[in-house]
Protein backbone atom coordinates (compact mmCIF):
# COMPACT_ATOMS: atom_id res chain seq x y z
CA UNK A 1 0.00 0.00 0.00
CA UNK A 2 1.60 3.07 -0.84
CA UNK A 3 0.84 6.46 1.52
CA UNK A 4 0.96 9.94 0.78
CA UNK A 5 0.02 13.33 2.01
CA UNK A 6 -1.81 15.84 0.20
CA UNK A 7 -2.88 19.18 0.83
CA UNK A 8 -6.90 19.69 1.02
CA UNK A 9 -7.26 23.48 -0.14
CA UNK A 10 -11.04 24.36 -0.52
CA UNK A 11 -12.07 21.66 -3.17
CA UNK A 12 -8.62 21.21 -4.58
CA UNK A 13 -6.19 18.50 -4.33
CA UNK A 14 -2.65 19.70 -4.48
CA UNK A 15 0.05 16.94 -4.42
CA UNK A 16 2.72 17.05 -2.36
CA UNK A 17 4.88 14.74 -4.46
CA UNK A 18 8.19 15.51 -4.20
CA UNK A 19 8.56 17.34 -0.78
CA UNK A 20 6.19 18.06 1.91
CA UNK A 21 5.05 21.08 1.82
CA UNK A 22 4.27 23.26 4.46
CA UNK A 23 1.83 21.77 7.02
CA UNK A 24 -2.01 22.78 6.56
CA UNK A 25 -5.10 21.07 6.02
CA UNK A 26 -2.93 17.56 5.59
CA UNK A 27 -5.00 14.39 4.43
CA UNK A 28 -3.12 11.31 4.01
CA UNK A 29 -4.19 9.24 1.13
CA UNK A 30 -3.64 5.36 0.96
CA UNK A 31 -3.84 3.41 -2.56
CA UNK A 32 -2.71 -0.28 -3.63
CA UNK A 33 -2.48 -0.84 -6.88
CA UNK A 34 -1.77 -3.82 -8.94
CA UNK A 35 0.24 -3.75 -12.44
CA UNK A 36 0.10 0.00 -12.50
CA UNK A 37 -4.01 0.06 -11.64
CA UNK A 38 -5.50 1.65 -9.13
CA UNK A 39 -7.30 -0.97 -7.17
CA UNK A 40 -8.63 1.04 -3.49
CA UNK A 41 -7.71 4.44 -2.72
CA UNK A 42 -9.15 6.60 0.28
CA UNK A 43 -8.44 9.74 2.17
CA UNK A 44 -7.92 9.74 5.95
CA UNK A 45 -7.34 12.54 8.01
CA UNK A 46 -4.06 13.32 10.09
CA UNK A 47 -5.15 10.72 12.91
CA UNK A 48 -5.81 7.95 10.83
CA UNK A 49 -9.37 8.15 10.56
CA UNK A 50 -12.18 7.89 7.45
CA UNK A 51 -13.04 11.48 6.37
CA UNK A 52 -16.83 12.15 7.02
CA UNK A 53 -17.42 13.26 3.47
CA UNK A 54 -14.65 10.62 1.93
CA UNK A 55 -17.00 8.82 -0.08
CA UNK A 56 -17.52 12.49 -2.07
CA UNK A 57 -13.96 12.56 -2.43
CA UNK A 58 -13.11 9.07 -4.19
CA UNK A 59 -13.05 10.49 -7.62
CA UNK A 60 -10.72 13.13 -6.90
CA UNK A 61 -8.67 10.51 -4.80
CA UNK A 62 -8.33 7.66 -7.67
CA UNK A 63 -7.20 10.39 -10.43
CA UNK A 64 -4.30 11.46 -7.92
CA UNK A 65 -3.40 8.14 -7.28
CA UNK A 66 -3.48 7.72 -10.96
CA UNK A 67 -1.35 10.59 -11.41
CA UNK A 68 0.90 9.17 -8.95
CA UNK A 69 1.73 6.29 -10.14
CA UNK A 70 2.32 7.71 -13.53
CA UNK A 71 4.58 9.99 -12.06
CA UNK A 72 6.75 7.54 -10.16
CA UNK A 73 6.95 5.46 -13.98
CA UNK A 74 8.45 8.28 -15.01
CA UNK A 75 10.60 8.91 -13.00
CA UNK A 76 12.04 5.08 -12.32
CA UNK A 77 12.09 4.94 -16.07
CA UNK A 78 14.61 8.32 -16.10
CA UNK A 79 11.58 10.08 -18.91
CA UNK A 80 11.54 12.70 -15.75
CA UNK A 81 13.74 13.81 -13.13
CA UNK A 82 12.74 17.25 -10.94
CA UNK A 83 15.65 18.43 -10.65
CA UNK A 84 16.80 18.63 -14.11
CA UNK A 85 13.79 19.82 -14.95
CA UNK A 86 14.06 22.44 -12.41
CA UNK A 87 17.78 23.04 -13.62
CA UNK A 88 16.20 23.38 -17.12
CA UNK A 89 14.15 26.28 -16.04
CA UNK A 90 16.45 28.83 -14.13
CA UNK A 91 18.97 30.61 -16.23
CA UNK A 92 22.28 30.21 -14.21
CA UNK A 93 25.00 32.72 -14.95
CA UNK A 94 28.33 34.03 -12.39
CA UNK A 95 28.18 37.54 -11.51
CA UNK A 96 31.50 39.56 -12.02
CA UNK A 97 32.18 42.74 -10.67
CA UNK A 98 31.10 44.84 -13.17
CA UNK A 99 27.50 43.01 -13.70
CA UNK A 100 24.79 45.53 -12.71
CA UNK A 101 23.10 42.93 -10.00
CA UNK A 102 26.32 43.08 -7.80
CA UNK A 103 24.69 44.60 -4.09
CA UNK A 104 21.07 43.97 -4.81
CA UNK A 105 19.69 41.88 -2.06
CA UNK A 106 18.51 37.98 -2.30
CA UNK A 107 15.01 38.12 -1.67
CA UNK A 108 15.61 34.40 -0.25
CA UNK A 109 18.26 34.98 2.60
CA UNK A 110 18.50 38.55 2.04
CA UNK A 111 22.32 38.11 1.73
CA UNK A 112 23.86 40.62 -1.16
CA UNK A 113 24.63 39.06 -4.36
CA UNK A 114 28.71 39.43 -4.32
CA UNK A 115 31.13 39.87 -7.32
CA UNK A 116 31.80 35.96 -7.66
CA UNK A 117 28.60 34.25 -6.98
CA UNK A 118 26.02 32.31 -9.15
CA UNK A 119 22.96 33.69 -9.60
CA UNK A 120 19.32 31.98 -10.87
CA UNK A 121 17.57 33.85 -13.08
CA UNK A 122 13.99 32.58 -13.88
CA UNK A 123 11.62 33.49 -17.21
CA UNK A 124 9.82 36.51 -15.15
CA UNK A 125 13.79 38.12 -15.08
CA UNK A 126 13.59 38.02 -10.74
CA UNK A 127 17.22 36.76 -9.80
CA UNK A 128 18.60 34.57 -7.03
CA UNK A 129 21.26 32.73 -5.39
CA UNK A 130 21.06 29.74 -7.63
CA UNK A 131 21.43 27.73 -4.07
CA UNK A 132 18.15 29.44 -2.60
CA UNK A 133 15.91 29.60 -5.63
CA UNK A 134 16.77 25.64 -6.61
CA UNK A 135 15.16 24.96 -2.94
CA UNK A 136 12.64 26.55 -3.15
CA UNK A 137 11.15 25.69 -6.73
CA UNK A 138 11.49 21.81 -4.97
CA UNK A 139 8.16 23.15 -2.92
CA UNK A 140 6.86 25.05 -5.03
CA UNK A 141 6.70 25.85 -9.03
CA UNK A 142 6.28 29.60 -8.23
CA UNK A 143 8.83 33.11 -8.40
CA UNK A 144 9.16 33.81 -5.01
CA UNK A 145 8.85 37.81 -5.74
CA UNK A 146 5.95 38.06 -8.36
CA UNK A 147 4.38 34.08 -8.05
CA UNK A 148 4.68 33.78 -11.94
CA UNK A 149 3.63 29.94 -11.98
CA UNK A 150 6.13 27.51 -14.05
CA UNK A 151 5.68 24.49 -15.97
CA UNK A 152 8.43 22.39 -16.01
CA UNK A 153 9.37 20.20 -19.04
CA UNK A 154 9.77 16.84 -20.04
CA UNK A 155 13.53 16.48 -21.19
CA UNK B 1 17.01 24.00 10.12
CA UNK B 2 15.93 27.78 10.32
CA UNK B 3 17.96 30.40 8.49
CA UNK B 4 18.69 32.12 11.33
CA UNK B 5 21.18 34.87 9.55
CA UNK B 6 18.06 35.58 7.58
CA UNK B 7 15.72 36.07 10.83
CA UNK B 8 18.72 38.39 12.75
CA UNK B 9 18.71 40.69 9.30
CA UNK B 10 14.52 40.87 9.54
CA UNK B 11 14.74 41.59 13.61
CA UNK B 12 17.33 44.18 12.44
CA UNK B 13 15.51 45.63 10.12
CA UNK B 14 11.95 45.67 11.75
CA UNK B 15 12.67 47.18 14.43
CA UNK B 16 14.75 49.99 12.60
CA UNK B 17 11.45 51.78 11.59
CA UNK B 18 9.29 50.79 14.36
CA UNK B 19 7.90 54.48 15.00
CA UNK B 20 6.86 54.41 11.69
CA UNK B 21 5.20 51.11 10.94
CA UNK B 22 3.95 50.57 15.00
CA UNK B 23 5.68 46.64 14.05
CA UNK B 24 8.12 45.33 16.36
CA UNK B 25 9.41 41.71 16.52
CA UNK B 26 11.42 40.26 19.42
CA UNK B 27 12.90 36.89 20.49
CA UNK B 28 10.96 35.29 23.18
CA UNK B 29 14.48 33.91 24.60
CA UNK B 30 17.50 33.38 23.03
CA UNK B 31 16.25 30.98 20.82
CA UNK B 32 15.79 32.65 17.67
CA UNK B 33 12.84 30.54 16.31
CA UNK B 34 10.01 31.88 18.84
CA UNK B 35 9.12 35.13 18.68
CA UNK B 36 6.87 37.84 19.51
CA UNK B 37 5.42 40.48 16.86
CA UNK B 38 3.56 43.79 18.07
CA UNK B 39 1.36 45.13 16.07
CA UNK B 40 -1.06 48.38 16.75
CA UNK B 41 -5.22 48.10 15.87
CA UNK B 42 -5.56 50.23 12.47
CA UNK B 43 -7.32 53.16 13.15
CA UNK B 44 -11.01 53.78 12.23
CA UNK B 45 -11.54 49.66 13.52
CA UNK B 46 -12.53 48.37 16.41
CA UNK B 47 -9.29 47.79 17.46
CA UNK B 48 -7.80 50.83 17.27
CA UNK B 49 -6.02 52.23 20.39
CA UNK B 50 -5.38 48.61 20.57
CA UNK B 51 -1.84 46.82 20.79
CA UNK B 52 -1.42 43.24 20.06
CA UNK B 53 0.30 40.34 20.46
CA UNK B 54 1.42 37.91 18.72
CA UNK B 55 2.97 34.71 19.09
CA UNK B 56 5.22 33.68 16.12
CA UNK B 57 6.97 30.13 15.59
CA UNK B 58 9.38 29.51 12.76
CA UNK B 59 9.54 26.18 11.36
CA UNK B 60 12.70 24.31 10.57
CA UNK B 61 12.30 24.91 6.51
CA UNK B 62 11.71 28.56 7.29
CA UNK B 63 11.84 31.05 5.20
CA UNK B 64 10.74 27.92 2.81
CA UNK B 65 7.67 27.05 5.04
CA UNK B 66 5.46 30.14 6.55
CA UNK B 67 5.66 31.16 10.14
CA UNK B 68 3.58 29.73 12.28
CA UNK B 69 1.24 32.82 13.73
CA UNK B 70 -1.15 33.23 16.40
CA UNK B 71 -2.60 36.16 18.81
CA UNK B 72 -1.56 35.70 22.34
CA UNK B 73 -4.00 38.65 22.62
CA UNK B 74 -7.77 37.75 22.56
CA UNK B 75 -9.47 39.51 19.54
CA UNK B 76 -12.56 39.30 18.26
CA UNK B 77 -12.23 39.21 14.70
CA UNK B 78 -14.47 36.84 12.13
CA UNK B 79 -11.10 35.31 11.22
CA UNK B 80 -9.38 34.78 14.44
CA UNK B 81 -10.16 32.12 16.80
CA UNK B 82 -11.70 34.07 19.77
CA UNK B 83 -10.48 30.77 21.54
CA UNK B 84 -6.96 30.14 20.51
CA UNK B 85 -5.88 33.12 18.79
CA UNK B 86 -5.54 30.92 15.40
CA UNK B 87 -5.77 33.38 12.24
CA UNK B 88 -7.13 32.12 8.92
CA UNK B 89 -5.00 33.92 6.65
CA UNK B 90 -3.79 32.64 2.99
CA UNK B 91 -0.07 33.69 3.15
CA UNK B 92 0.22 31.86 6.28
CA UNK B 93 -0.61 28.76 4.90
CA UNK B 94 -0.68 27.77 0.80
CA UNK B 95 0.26 31.50 -0.13
CA UNK B 96 3.25 31.70 1.73
CA UNK B 97 6.38 32.84 -0.66
CA UNK B 98 10.24 32.91 0.60
CA UNK B 99 9.85 36.74 -0.52
CA UNK B 100 7.68 37.52 2.09
CA UNK B 101 8.87 38.30 6.24
CA UNK B 102 8.01 38.18 9.36
CA UNK B 103 6.86 41.88 8.97
CA UNK B 104 4.89 41.71 5.80
CA UNK B 105 2.86 38.93 7.69
CA UNK B 106 2.46 41.12 10.41
CA UNK B 107 1.45 43.95 8.02
CA UNK B 108 -0.95 41.79 6.09
CA UNK B 109 -2.53 40.71 9.50
CA UNK B 110 -2.73 44.52 10.21
CA UNK B 111 -4.92 44.75 7.04
CA UNK B 112 -6.77 41.72 8.05
CA UNK B 113 -8.39 43.99 11.28
CA UNK B 114 -9.07 46.36 8.86
CA UNK B 115 -10.98 44.28 6.35
CA UNK B 116 -12.27 40.99 7.93
CA UNK B 117 -13.70 38.02 5.37
CA UNK B 118 -16.36 37.06 6.99
CA UNK B 119 -17.14 34.36 3.97
CA UNK B 120 -14.00 32.41 4.87
CA UNK B 121 -13.97 32.20 8.63
CA UNK B 122 -11.65 31.21 11.57
CA UNK B 123 -14.57 32.04 14.20
CA UNK B 124 -17.76 30.85 13.37
CA UNK B 125 -19.67 32.91 16.06
CA UNK B 126 -17.71 36.09 14.93
CA UNK B 127 -18.25 35.89 11.59
CA UNK B 128 -22.49 34.74 11.93
CA UNK B 129 -22.52 37.84 13.89
CA UNK B 130 -20.25 40.49 11.34
CA UNK B 131 -22.91 39.26 8.96
CA UNK B 132 -26.11 39.44 11.16
CA UNK B 133 -25.30 42.32 13.55
CA UNK B 134 -22.36 44.44 12.54
CA UNK B 135 -23.52 47.25 15.68
CA UNK B 136 -23.47 44.36 18.42
CA UNK B 137 -20.42 42.89 16.59
CA UNK B 138 -18.57 45.86 16.57
CA UNK B 139 -19.09 46.88 20.31
CA UNK B 140 -17.92 43.60 20.89
CA UNK B 141 -15.07 44.03 19.66
CA UNK B 142 -14.36 47.26 21.02
CA UNK B 143 -14.91 46.02 24.21
CA UNK B 144 -12.55 42.88 23.58
CA UNK B 145 -9.73 45.84 22.29
CA UNK B 146 -10.32 47.77 25.25
CA UNK B 147 -10.24 44.90 27.82
CA UNK B 148 -7.39 43.19 26.56
CA UNK B 149 -5.17 45.10 24.00
CA UNK B 150 -4.87 47.94 26.19
CA UNK B 151 -2.32 47.82 28.68
CA UNK B 152 -0.39 50.81 28.25
CA UNK B 153 1.12 51.39 31.74
CA UNK B 154 -0.23 55.31 31.26
CA UNK B 155 -3.86 53.85 31.02
CA UNK B 156 -3.42 51.42 33.95
CA UNK B 157 -1.60 53.48 36.48
CA UNK B 158 -5.21 56.13 35.40
CA UNK B 159 -7.24 53.32 36.45
CA UNK B 160 -5.16 52.08 39.65
CA UNK B 161 -5.44 55.64 40.72
CA UNK B 162 -9.08 56.31 40.35
CA UNK B 163 -9.82 53.17 42.07
CA UNK B 164 -7.62 53.61 44.88
CA UNK B 165 -8.92 57.14 45.53
CA UNK B 166 -12.33 55.22 46.36
CA UNK B 167 -10.55 53.60 48.96
CA UNK B 168 -9.53 50.25 47.47
CA UNK B 169 -5.46 49.07 48.47
CA UNK B 170 -3.39 49.52 45.78
CA UNK B 171 -2.22 46.12 45.90
CA UNK B 172 -5.53 44.67 45.41
CA UNK B 173 -6.57 46.67 42.86
CA UNK B 174 -3.70 45.91 40.62
CA UNK B 175 -4.34 42.16 41.20
CA UNK B 176 -7.76 42.45 40.46
CA UNK B 177 -7.80 44.91 37.42
CA UNK B 178 -5.23 42.11 35.84
CA UNK B 179 -7.64 39.32 36.26
CA UNK B 180 -10.15 41.14 34.81
CA UNK B 181 -7.90 42.02 31.50
CA UNK B 182 -7.69 45.75 32.75
CA UNK B 183 -11.11 46.48 31.81
CA UNK B 184 -12.30 49.43 35.03
CA UNK B 185 -15.86 48.29 35.08
CA UNK B 186 -15.59 44.69 35.80
CA UNK B 187 -12.49 45.74 38.15
CA UNK B 188 -14.78 47.66 40.24
CA UNK B 189 -17.78 44.96 40.23
CA UNK B 190 -15.42 42.97 41.49
CA UNK B 191 -13.80 44.90 44.65
CA UNK B 192 -17.13 45.69 45.63
CA UNK B 193 -17.88 42.14 45.81
CA UNK B 194 -15.25 40.99 46.96
Known amino acids: MARLWICKYFENFESVLFVNGPPYDTLQMEFTSNNGVVTVSRLVSRDKELLEDEEGYREQSTLLARLVLW ?85 | MVDFSRVQKELQECNKDINVSGISVNPKSDNLSNLIGTITGPVGTPYEGGT ?44 WSPALTIKTALLSIQALLSAPAPDDPQDAVVAQQYLKDYQTFAN ?18 EKVGKLAEMGFPEALVRTTLEAVGGDENLALEKLLSG
Open chain 2, 140 to 157: TARYWTESFAKTSSAGVE
Open chain 1, 71 to 155: YESLCTNGIFSLAKAIEQSIKISRLSKEKEEVGDICAICHEEFRGDEVIGTLKCKHSYHEECIKKWLLLKRTCPICRAVFCLRFT
Open chain 2, 52 to 95: FKIDIDLPGGYPFEPPKMKFATKVWHPNISSQSGAICLDILKDQ
